[in-house]
């Protein structure tokens, strides 16, 4: 028989973790929220073909990549079809206009009721995006005779269909985050993921009779990269800091000193420029698909645009994607963490805290330290970024299997997973149980 002692760390930890009632109340509210959402991606729009949805989708593997996002809705062309990226994408607009708009900038350094008045007006700019993805989604579907020749008022109530499952969809991730194990949105996106991969790895299977060496690398790599992933993810150079402060006890002055330390991490940025790199990758193909020739007719300019920036072109046409994907990933991973430092404003925060780091003056020589610190660590960010960004092409030239599931994916599953251990260990060591992580 089995004791304390002798069990697995991670299978006692998870006994530990049910046995606490808090905490499995808020696994058991995530997963039965998860299930609501997996319901939801099975509820279809009407007048959609999905068989010729099937075989669109067969086809195109930008399709795919999109659908894997979306944890099948997309091929299913259900009410969540767009998941939650809508709201991705007008949190992102936030976050870059913050430090722009003085307005902006003002609210965010009210403490919560600023941050509560950013939320808000990032769900407000929300639902304009999700109408315009959704019109847009709507109307290739339109042009590829999968949607019937619907009139305007049916489109509309489609449109407001999709808004309203993206919304649904942020809501049950806010529900996730406030009574379940948090990261709520976070954890919509990674289900979705998840829930997909069972049909990607049929995929693989079906190949592994005629290409079974390719597989097993395939699978080894893969093994490998999540490793790269959970140790860039968790890397930071920590900065020694000291604090001195005047206090006056007794009437008297006493100076007080103490000793920290800065956390900067190589990846500050996280998945943030692989989306900024993929959406601008992938836009033109998306504007020139408006305009491209249906299938059976002579191809025109817009279709070559399609054909050049397609992820699964072979080479040497693949290379412009993937090209273009590793460049714009090592730009935006500069750009985010630029903003993002800037934001903190961590040598202001230092001298006004009489904190200071040791063999550098306060005030311009600790901002130009910092700064350098920061541009080392993001070179080594930005290039893991790139390789990850890439590592499909690479593992598609190397072995000839060609899955679906992208390194934004894969970063997102690491990262979700990382993120719920450790909120779960810090649950289990309040009641001083041990935890997931040792």
């Given at each position: 028989?089995?004791?304390?002692?002798?069990?697995?760390?991670?299978?006692?930890?998870?006994?530990?973790?049910?046995?606490?009632?808090?905490?499995?109340?808020?696994?058991?509210?995530?997963?039965?929220?998860?299930?609501?959402?997996?319901?939801?991606?099975?509820?279809?729009?009407?007048?959609?073909?999905?068989?010729?949805?099937?075989?669109?989708?067969?086809?195109?593997?930008?399709?795919?990549?999109?659908?894997?996002?979306?944890?099948?809705?997309?091929?299913?062309?259900?009410?969540?079809?767009?998941?939650?990226?809508?709201?991705?994408?007008?949190?992102?607009?936030?976050?870059?206009?913050?430090?722009?708009?003085?307005?902006?900038?003002?609210?965010?350094?009210?403490?919560?009721?600023?941050?509560?008045?950013?939320?808000?007006?990032?769900?407000?700019?929300?639902?304009?995006?999700?109408?315009?993805?959704?019109?847009?989604?709507?109307?290739?579907?339109?042009?590829?005779?999968?949607?019937?020749?619907?009139?305007?008022?049916?489109?509309?109530?489609?449109?407001?269909?999709?808004?309203?499952?993206?919304?649904?969809?942020?809501?049950?991730?806010?529900?996730?985050?406030?009574?379940?194990?948090?990261?709520?949105?976070?954890?919509?996106?990674?289900?979705?993921?998840?829930?997909?991969?069972?049909?990607?790895?049929?995929?693989?299977?079906?190949?592994?009779?005629?290409?079974?060496?390719?597989?097993?690398?395939?699978?080894?790599?893969?093994?490998?990269?999540?490793?790269?992933?959970?140790?860039?993810?968790?890397?930071?150079?920590?900065?020694?800091v000291q604090y001195s402060r005047s206090v006056f006890r007794g009437g008297r002055m006493y100076r007080q000193s103490g000793a920290s330390h800065i956390p900067l991490r190589v990846n500050t940025s996280g998945m943030i420029p692989l989306i900024f790199a993929m959406s601008m990758v992938l836009f033109p193909s998306l504007v020139a698909s408006y305009f491209a020739a249906?299938?059976?007719?002579?191809?025109?300019?817009?279709?070559?645009?399609?054909?050049?920036?397609?992820?699964?072109?072979?080479?040497?046409?693949?290379?412009?994607?993937?090209?273009?994907?590793?460049?714009?990933?090592?730009?935006?991973?500069?750009?985010?963490?630029?903003?993002?430092?800037?934001?903190?404003?961590?040598?202001?925060?230092?001298?006004?805290?009489?904190?200071?780091?040791?063999?550098?003056?306060?005030?311009?020589?600790?901002?130009?330290?910092?700064?350098?610190?920061?541009?080392?660590?993001?070179?080594?960010?930005?290039?893991?970024?790139?390789?990850?960004?890439?590592?499909?092409?690479?593992?598609?030239?190397?072995?000839?299997?060609?899955?679906?599931?992208?390194?934004?994916?894969?970063?997102?599953?690491?990262?979700?997973?990382?993120?719920?251990?450790?909120?779960?260990?810090?649950?289990?060591?309040?009641?001083?149980?041990?935890?997931?992580?040792?």
């Amino acid at each position: 028989m089995q004791t304390r002692e002798t069990k697995p760390r991670l299978l006692q930890a998870l006994i530990d973790a049910f046995s606490l009632p808090d905490l499995r109340r808020r696994i058991l509210i995530t997963v039965g929220i998860l299930v609501i959402f997996r319901f939801i991606t099975h509820v279809p729009l009407p007048d959609v073909n999905l068989d010729a949805l099937g075989e669109l989708f067969s086809r195109n593997q930008l399709l795919g990549m999109l659908d894997l996002f979306s944890g099948g809705a997309l091929k299913n062309m259900s009410v969540a079809a767009m998941g939650v990226y809508p709201y991705i994408t007008a949190s992102i607009i936030m976050t870059l206009l913050v430090p722009v708009i003085p307005r902006l900038q003002a609210l965010s350094k009210e403490g919560e009721s600023g941050r509560n008045k950013i939320n808000l007006i990032t769900h407000w700019l929300m639902v304009p995006l999700a109408g315009l993805q959704g019109y847009s989604q709507l109307v290739i579907l339109q042009r590829q005779d999968i949607l019937g020749d619907v009139s305007a008022l049916p489109m509309v109530t489609m449109v407001i269909s999709l808004i309203a499952g993206t919304v649904f969809l942020v809501w049950l991730g806010e529900l996730i985050t406030n009574y379940g194990i948090g990261n709520g949105i976070s954890i919509i996106i990674f289900a979705g993921i998840v829930a997909s991969l069972p049909e990607l790895a049929g995929r693989g299977g079906l190949q592994l009779s005629t290409n079974w060496a390719g597989v097993i690398f395939y699978v080894i790599i893969a093994i490998l990269a999540t490793a790269f992933i959970v140790v860039f993810t968790e890397a930071h150079r920590r900065i020694p800091v000291q604090y001195s402060r005047s206090v006056f006890r007794g009437g008297r002055m006493y100076r007080q000193s103490g000793a920290s330390h800065i956390p900067l991490r190589v990846n500050t940025s996280g998945m943030i420029p692989l989306i900024f790199a993929m959406s601008m990758v992938l836009f033109p193909s998306l504007v020139a698909s408006y305009f491209a020739a249906p299938p059976g007719a002579p191809e025109n300019f817009a279709n070559h645009i399609v054909n050049v920036l397609d992820p699964s072109a072979r080479l040497p046409l693949g290379i412009i994607y993937w090209g273009l994907y590793f460049l714009l990933t090592i730009g935006f991973a500069f750009f985010y963490t630029t903003i993002m430092f800037q934001q903190q404003d961590l040598p202001n925060v230092l001298q006004k805290q009489g904190g200071f780091i040791p063999g550098i003056r306060p005030g311009k020589n600790t901002a130009g330290y910092l700064n350098g610190v920061i541009l080392r660590l993001t070179w080594a960010g930005a290039l893991f970024l790139a390789v990850i960004a890439i590592l499909p092409f690479i593992l598609r030239l190397l072995t000839g299997v060609d899955l679906q599931l992208s390194s934004l994916g894969l970063i997102i599953v690491v990262g979700v997973v990382l993120d719920t251990m450790k909120q779960l260990e810090a649950q289990l060591v309040m009641r001083r149980y041990e935890g997931f992580i040792k």
